[in-house]
């Protein structure tokens, strides 16, 4: 009986440029921070304290996101930088 030759899938894994990783880590801080203002200012306009309890969680949770692309972001950077 013959053996089926099977494809490997490269998956996450894959040899993505470093460049797009910037553009895609760059794109990403630019929506997160920007949803970070925003929940940050429904924060401090809102009165009820569902509305108060939600757009805190939601700040803190987008402040944290967008720090971490900022990490991300200097990384990919320092690791462009060194490449030359």
């Given at each position: 009986m013959a053996r089926k030759s099977r494809r490997v899938s490269k998956g996450a894994s894959a040899n993505v440029p470093l460049r797009n990783k910037?553009?895609?880590a760059w794109k990403n801080l630019v929506i997160f921070l920007i949803l970070f203002i925003f929940s940050f200012i429904l924060y401090s306009v809102s009165a009820s304290d569902f509305f108060l309890n939600?757009?805190?969680l939601l700040s803190i949770i987008f402040g944290f996101?967008?720090?971490?692309?900022v990490i991300v972001?200097?990384?990919?950077?320092?690791?462009?930088?060194?490449k030359k």
């Open positions: 910037v553009e895609i939600l757009f805190g996101v967008s720090f971490a692309l972001l200097v990384v990919f950077l320092i690791l462009k930088s060194g």
